[in-house]
């Protein structure tokens, strides 16, 4: 492609499709007590998964520097353009340290074509809008298209989250442990949506395992329309087998032109926690 794609971590894409469209991820940063790693790059997702379960405490995380940025950026041959999809600025300091590495790179190659996006999402979010803008490049759409076109997706997003459990929530302390029981012995399951502003909220409390499903599926028609025009991304914690049934309801339902499954990395999964799914479509 005339047109270089770069993301950060969080955008949990299918690893067929970082080959197929050679796309560069910059990895986040996650660790359990003394030990970190560079997500994709020092432990994968069966590692972090198991990791997790084990450990007492929520991992913790954190963005790339800005010379990570820097680095990916200087990797990009000179007569190429870059685009780079960053995890919401609102939940992640990725955006500025994106920005600041592009700032880096400019002051030693003031001729570079670059742009930054906030995508004001994350995980399948990411996927659907790298999705599109790959088909655009492929099109033959130039630097200032794609992002035109990707900026006015942003707004059109919608990304929904599901949580299985809610033992991360508790040991990421947004929740006390007397709420959370609570909520398991009523068996309470919480349904999430980023927001418009790229933040994370709650979206509908419901109780019953079977309802919940329901309602997931039944809020995508309340949130779109034309799906058989449009993509679905779906993304999961460590839950494949639950995204397959659930994904093949919805594509009853809804008829997506098309779809796509990945699993949801380390920095989504630490808050997401196991279990939890993910999904992203067009207004």
């Known amino acids: 492609m005339t047109i270089k794609i770069i993301t950060d971590g969080a955008a949990d894409l299918p690893l067929s499709f970082i080959n197929q469209y050679d796309i560069k991820v910059v990895p986040l ?24 379960k084990k450990s007492a405490e929520l991992p913790k995380t954190s963005c790339p520097a800005p010379y990570d940025f820097l680095e990916a950026y200087k990797e990009v041959p000179d007569d190429k353009a870059i685009i780079v999809f960053s995890l919401s ?26 742009a930054v996006l ?18 655009f490049i492929n099109c033959g759409a130039g630097f200032d298209e794609v992002i035109a076109n990707a900026q006015s997706s942003i707004d059109s997003v919608n990304t929904l989250i599901l949580l299985e459990t809610l033992e991360n929530v508790v040991k990421g302390g ?10 398991n012995a009523l068996n309470i399951k919480i349904m999430l949506e980023v927001s418009k502003d790229g933040l994370i909220e709650v979206r509908e409390k419901v109780r019953g395992d079977k309802k ?30 639950k995204a397959l049934g659930l994904l093949k309801e919805i594509k009853e339902k809804y008829n997506f032109k098309e779809t796509i499954l990945s699993e949801i990395g380390p920095l989504i999964g630490t808050y997401a926690g196991e279990g939890g799914i993910v999904i992203s479509f067009k207004s």
């Open 29 to 52: 940063n996650v660790s359990f007590g003394d030990q970190s790693f560079k997500t994709g790059i020092d432990i994968d997702n069966e590692t972090f998964y198991r990791m997790m």
């Open 89 to 114: 600025k609102a939940l992640s300091g990725t955006y500025e340290s994106a920005v600041v590495g592009m700032d880096m790179l400019l002051e030693e190659q003031p001729n570079r074509k670059i």
């Open 118 to 135: 906030n995508t004001k999402t994350g995980s399948c979010g990411q996927i659907l809008l790298i999705e599109e803008a790959v088909k």
């Open 174 to 183: 947004r929740l006390s442990k007397t709420k959370a029981a609570i909520a």
């Open 212 to 241: 919940v499903l329901r309602r997931f599926i039944e809020q995508i028609g309340e949130c779109g329309k034309d799906f058989e025009k449009k993509v679905l991304t779906m993304t999961h914690s460590n839950s494949e087998e």
